[in-house]
């Protein structure tokens, strides 16, 4: 009887030591660089890819031996150990490329730069959404890409009408995020604003008395309350743009504008000019 019980708890005990076989639906991802926020944005886009695909998703600071893991470095920061068992793995050397390899728990997404840490993060999202109904690291293919052109820019008008009325889809937090995150995604890295544009008159005025208003040149065409509101938006499409890894370009078609009824001319319009760059640049 004593044998029997020994027995029986020495397979109980055996039993219960034994490590957890790993769960193929929940994966862990360790983002080595979050201080990048076109990085956080990536592994954002990456998590909803694994949960649009039945996955759970856990974000740590180290990866666990018996789990599926992606580990996303940034090579400006360093590799470090997280990156075992990928020794010696390096991006091309150009801006915006990305590596991506796979091990049998592992996979290692390193970037030139943030935004090319970004991109890695994209693809393996890609994958999985065009991949198997269940996700599979063994299905994930490894890859070494760079642009293979710089600049990859669209080119946007903001309409008169849009800038002045603040229920618009310039106002809307909604339009700019989904845009960008498009265009992020698409792998375009400027937004080349052009602006103004009339729709109705069909012609291109200075964008400045829309975005500024200087006690010293008053009544330019737009209430100061308004122009604080534009550029207070414009200033905010910039910094979602950053996040994505997008640089922002401003044309402005003109140069003419009047102050109180005045069309201004000469120095008074260099100064003008002067001021509003100047705030558009800080």
Known sequence: MLRRVFLLAFVVVSASSAPAAARADLWHIVNLATQHPPVVHGVQV????????????????????????????????????EA????????????????????KRRV?????DPVGTMYGCFDLAEQIRWGAKKPALRNL???TAEPFLEIRAVNPFLHVQALLDTSSWY??????????????ESRHNLLDIHAA?????????????????FDEFPDT???????????????HIVALAKERGIHVA?????????????????EKLVEYTRRCVRRVAH
Do not use: H
């Open 84 to 103: 075992r068992p990928f020794p010696n793995v390096k991006p091309p050397n150009r801006p915006e490329s990305y590596v991506i390899r796979v091990d």
């Open 250 to 266: 401003l044309m402005n078609y003109n140069t003419g504008v009047s102050s109180a009824g005045k069309a201004l001319k000469g």
């Open 221 to 235: 065409g737009v209430p100061a309350e308004l122009t604080r509101k534009i550029f207070a938006q414009f200033k």
């Open 141 to 143: 293919k490894e890859r």
């Open 197 to 213: 544009y009339d729709l109705r008159k069909t012609d291109f005025p200075n964008i400045f008395p829309f975005f500024f208003s």
């Open 108 to 112: 290692l997404v390193v970037g030139s």
């Open 171 to 184: 106002f809307s937090d909604a339009f700019w995020t989904s845009y960008l995150d498009l265009l992020a």
């Open 46 to 81: 990456l998590e909803q890819a694994l949960t649009s695909r039945g996955v759970d998703v856990v974000l740590s600071e180290t990866a666990p031996k018996n789990a599926p893991a992606v580990v996303v470095v940034c090579s400006r920061d360093g590799v470090p150990g």
